[in-house]
């Protein structure tokens, strides 16, 4: 038996500005994680067992298009095999469609446990190209952050085809991470972006100008300490991600919940249009804010500590 985890993510900030190759800046969240066991037998058929969505399948019978599948495929390629002999067992604890990346985590889970029993572990960058094969199926232009992030689980500065790169947090703070409990497909919310930038792209462009410099200031005041900064950033960056398009009445009275409670600041995370809000808190406002969230409908919070684990 072969086991390998990956964690979630969420993006702090630059999320859809990054599909444009504006930056972004995205940390791992370990509370929650995906988890792939390979368990060889005697048939010759490999077998998927999803077992949160209670699917068992033959590889053999899956479409060209499923995730778990071509993720298999793609990683029995690599080591020129061919998949049999095996079952692949997926167990996650990220909610799905709820901007903590759970299709990404579940991919990478998926090469690292594969590849493992293959023979030899891959390395981020490799596993991490794996996955983002498998995110093209999710949605038709992804820029890559996801499943570097949780390849490298490492804070990333990503900046679309550019070599990713790691940043210090210089002092460590704690997020909120609330959920609307809406599960909301990335494909469908970067499919609306992309039409209402065809349709007006000076006005999208300068949007996801101001968005790269909040996620470029953003990234200074983390990695110099100034914690006090990502208030205003992270307001902002919310304003223009309602401006494109990406907002809900759901995360609205999550995001209204947080700053009346006390967060120091409050945004969508992901795609937008229901799955997680973030809101900065302290060991002194995390117990009211998530009071807070909750009353207001989250359907679970989770309190994270932003650290450089390395
Ligand atoms: C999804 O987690 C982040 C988006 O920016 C899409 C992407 O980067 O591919 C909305």
Redesign the pocket.
Known sequence: MTKASAPG?I?LF??????YGRP?I?VPVSQVYAEATINPHTDARVIIDAVDVARRYDLGSAPSDDPLATMIRLTCARFDATPSHFSVRIHSTIPIAS?L?SG?AVSVSIARALSRYLGAELPPDEISALAYQV?KLH?G??????NSVIAFERPVYFVRDRKIESFRIAQPFLLAIADTGIAAP?RI??GD?RRGWEKDRARFESLFDKMGVIADKARKAIETGQVERLRHLMNANHILLREIG?SSPDIERLILAATTAGAHGAKL????RGGNIIALVNEVTQDKVERALLKAGAKRVIISRVETKF
């Open positions: 993510k993006i630059g999320e859809h500005a990054v599909v972004a995205a901007g990346g990404a995110e949605h232009t992804p820029s890559g952050v996801d990335t919310a970067v972006v990406v995370s992901g795609a937008g």
